[in-house]
């Protein structure tokens, strides 16, 4: 989509999107992984497109896009919050991005340099990644948006269990890490073990919160 689709127009309502998880004792991670899955499946396109709007004004507000790069984010799926957005307005501002490509057998992400929508191919899953031929990062990183199914308050996050994101956050410990997600995306129990790197900020379509994780 063209930087205009995703004008500051008003979120819908977002009753529909609570998440009401199973009643009982805080659950452990795999159950809530699942749990969160379920959820994620219910999420519309329409749904997705228009929390863009939301965050898109909160970079806006919070000044987030003046932040200098280069800026590594991901290709979202389907129930993911969307980067489209985001990847349009930081080459809009000549900011350079970088995506990674999956190195299955090490369980570790490659940093890349991207262009433009034709760097981009279906790797594992079918997640669209850096083409074969595209030379590996080898600089700093400014700020890494990270996705996931769940996020704390305090830092946490949980995802799919394979700990690519674990390895890559721990390579550059200089990077900010923002996890981007719906507000119900938001949670108070997630266990966090002592491998588990945390984020330093949350960005969802109504609210820019920073965890105080790191120093």
């Not at 709007?53 to 969307?82: Q, V």
Request: proline share 11%; hydrophobic share 40%; net charge neutral.
């Amino acid at each position: 989509p063209s930087r205009e689709g995703y004008s500051l127009h008003p979120l819908p309502d977002r009753s529909p999107l609570r998440y009401h998880p199973p009643s009982g004792d805080s659950m452990d991670k795999n159950t809530l992984r699942l749990s969160l899955k379920a959820w994620r499946q219910t999420l519309t396109p329409a749904i997705i497109t228009a929390s863009a709007a939301g965050h898109l004004r909160m970079c806006a507000t919070n000044g987030l896009l003046d932040a200098p790069g280069p800026w590594h984010l991901y290709a979202s799926l389907p129930g993911e919050a969307e980067t489209q957005w985001l990847w349009d307005e930081l080459l809009h501002r000549e900011i350079t991005v970088l995506f990674s490509r999956t190195i299955p057998k090490d369980h570790r992400l490659e940093p890349c340099q991207i262009s433009n929508a034709g760097d981009l191919v279906p790797g594992p899953m079918k997640i669209l990644q850096p083409r074969p031929g595209l030379p590996a990062w080898g600089g700093a990183i400014g700020i890494i948006i990270v996705p996931w199914l769940a996020f704390g308050l305090r830092g946490e996050r949980l995802g799919f269990g394979a700990g690519y994101y674990d390895r890559f956050l721990a390579q550059y410990p200089q990077a900010r890490r923002i996890g981007l997600c719906l507000d119900d995306q938001i949670r108070q129990d997630i266990p966090m073990e002592a491998h588990d790197e945390p984020l330093d900020a949350l960005l969802t379509p109504t609210r820019f919160i920073l965890t105080g994780a790191r120093p």
